[in-house]
């Protein structure tokens, strides 16, 4: 895996400006040690990251987004299964959820003419795939939001204590 291009590792940690140094001293503080050098063949593409790397980085850099990325750009699988998901503000977020169901709202009836036979004919598979697409839209926006919450969480905008006190209910 070679490449000219700063990984997004190496572009997450610059951009928050951390030295190597500090980014390996704050995974020692966490009990996950990575080696510099370790750290450098991977910011540098010299070395395929693992897992079990992007999660400690994703938590060191408070950057849950890096999981995603990982996921959905070099997982084999989850190139295949994961879609890409871009950070966008809550308002935005809200928005576009509020427009998918009501577009699904409007199609309930015919999601449900299409399925109550369990078959999928020829007539019906143009709707039912754009059912599905609307569908597919709403889980990644699902999954936006949550990149939000967990970003405003880790930057302490949203207090962990009480987030966690509601979420566990």
């Known amino acids: 895996m070679s490449n000219t291009k700063d990984t997004i590792y190496k572009e997450t940690?610059?951009?928050?400006?951390?030295t190597r140094e500090e980014a390996c001293e704050k995974s020692l503080?966490?009990?996950k040690p990575i080696q510099r050098d370790r750290l450098e063949r991977i910011e540098?593409?010299?070395?395929?990251?693992?897992?079990?790397?992007?999660?400690?980085?994703?938590?060191?850099?408070?950057?849950p987004t890096l999981c995603?990325?990982?996921c959905s750009n070099e997982c084999p699988i989850g190139q295949k299964y994961v879609p890409?998901?871009?950070?966008k503000?809550?308002?935005?977020?809200?928005?576009?959820?509020?427009s998918l169901l009501n577009s699904l709202q409007k199609r309930k009836e015919q999601l449900i003419d299409i399925s109550a036979d369990g078959?999928?004919?020829?007539?019906?598979?143009?709707?039912f795939v754009f059912i599905?697409?609307?569908?597919?839209?709403?889980?990644?926006?699902?999954?936006t939001l949550q990149f939000w919450v967990e970003e405003m969480l880790a930057e302490g905008k949203i207090d962990i204590e009480k987030y966690n006190k509601y979420k566990n209910c």
């Open 89 to 98: 503000d809550l308002t935005r977020i809200v928005m576009e959820t509020l």
């Open 132 to 143: 599905q697409n609307e569908l597919e839209k709403i889980s990644v926006t699902v999954e």
């Open 119 to 127: 078959i999928i004919d020829d007539e019906e598979i143009k709707d």
């Open 29 to 31: 503080k966490i009990g």
């Open 68 to 70: 995603n990325h990982y």
């Open 84 to 87: 890409e998901i871009k950070v």
């Open 13 to 18: 940690r610059t951009h928050l400006g951390l």
């Open 44 to 63: 540098n593409g010299r070395f395929d990251i693992t897992p079990d790397e992007v999660l400690l980085l994703s938590e060191i850099y408070g950057e």
